[in-house]
């Protein structure tokens, strides 16, 4: 496993300090003609300021269902979530400002070029200097080649980028991406990867991270949480993952998890 700098959560370690994130019994049933379904049920955890954690699960566990419900896109249907200490459900436009969003799978206004999306996006974050942070992040994050090309057009991965150029606008303290290397060649993923490690070294943002890439949340994770169901089953550091499975990738963990009837959390729960 790839080693880490140091955990700059360490000196947010105090409780005078709220978690970045702090999440209590949160729960979302959806309407539906066959009845209600629940796709996250009483989820409860917390993410230390500076760290980077993992957010894993198949397809349908509740994942982005979850981080919507952190955004406040999303309204749940019990239970509570703070980010930075501000209570979301009263209070998100207070914080809103210190956080933002990345994902492939959330498409931007096709007809604006990358750099007239990008300053609208800029402008509805209330930069000052919009241009010219427009401008560095092309230069970091090897935009400027299409700027000027409308966003409708670029290939998947360039898409991939430039969603990470507009939550990167209003350099976020907290920072949700799911699946931030889809579709990018392992080159540039690598690439992604070291620049959100240099990201989160100079700025101490708290990265939440949904993926599936299992090699990737080794690389850049503090801690992990494992969704099944709509519920957190197993969380931990990686290593402390591998070492409970007694697996050698965080993968064969996932796939232990993925297809166990009652993973282990569960089972540990049920005999308390």
């Given at each position: 496993?790839?080693?880490?700098?140091?955990?700059?959560?360490?000196?947010?370690a105090s409780p005078?300090?709220?978690?970045?994130?702090?999440?209590?019994?949160?729960?979302?049933?959806?309407?539906?003609p066959g009845g209600a379904v629940t796709a996250v049920?009483?989820?409860?955890?917390?993410?230390?300021?500076?760290?980077?954690?993992?957010?894993?699960?198949?397809?349908?566990?509740?994942?982005?269902?979850?981080i919507s419900m952190l955004l406040g896109v999303l309204l749940?249907?019990?239970?509570?979530?703070?980010?930075?200490?501000?209570?979301?459900?009263?209070?998100r436009h207070a914080v809103l400002a210190r956080m933002n969003f990345s994902s492939p799978y959330v498409e931007l206004p096709h007809r604006l070029t990358v750099q007239e999306n990008l300053t609208v996006y800029g402008h509805l974050y209330g930069l000052t200097c919009v241009k010219k942070r427009v401008r560095d992040l092309a230069d970091q994050l090897d935009l400027a080649r299409f700027l000027n090309r409308p966003?409708?057009?670029?290939?998947?991965?360039?898409?991939?980028?430039?969603a990470l150029a507009k939550a990167l606008l209003n350099e976020p303290e907290v920072?949700?991406?799911?699946?931030?290397?889809?579709?990018?060649?392992?080159?540039?993923?690598?690439?992604?990867?070291?620049?959100?490690?240099?990201?989160?070294a100079r700025t101490g943002a708290t990265i939440l991270l949904a993926s599936h890439?299992?090699?990737?949340?080794?690389?850049?994770?503090?801690?992990?949480?494992?969704?099944?169901?709509?519920?957190?089953?197993?969380?931990?550091?990686?290593?402390?993952?591998?070492?409970?499975?007694?697996?050698a990738t965080l993968e064969e963990v996932f796939l232990d998890i993925a297809r166990a009837e009652t993973p282990m959390t569960e089972r540990a729960n049920a005999a308390d």
């Open positions: 496993m790839t080693q880490r700098p140091p955990d700059p959560s360490a000196a947010d005078l300090r709220p978690p970045a994130i702090a999440v209590e019994a949160l729960t979302k049933r959806f309407d539906t049920d009483a989820v409860s955890f917390r993410v230390a300021r500076g760290s980077v954690t993992g957010l894993l699960g198949g397809n349908g566990a509740g994942k982005t269902t979850t749940p249907t019990a239970g509570r979530v703070e980010i930075l200490g501000v209570d979301m459900a009263r209070h966003s409708g057009g670029l290939s998947a991965g360039q898409k991939t980028r430039v920072l949700l991406l799911d699946e931030p290397t889809a579709s990018l060649d392992p080159d540039t993923a690598d690439w992604i990867r070291r620049y959100l490690e240099a990201y989160r890439n299992m090699p990737e949340v080794e690389r850049l994770c503090d801690d992990v949480l494992v969704m099944r169901r709509g519920r957190v089953v197993d969380q931990g550091a990686p290593s402390d993952l591998l070492a409970r499975y007694g697996r």
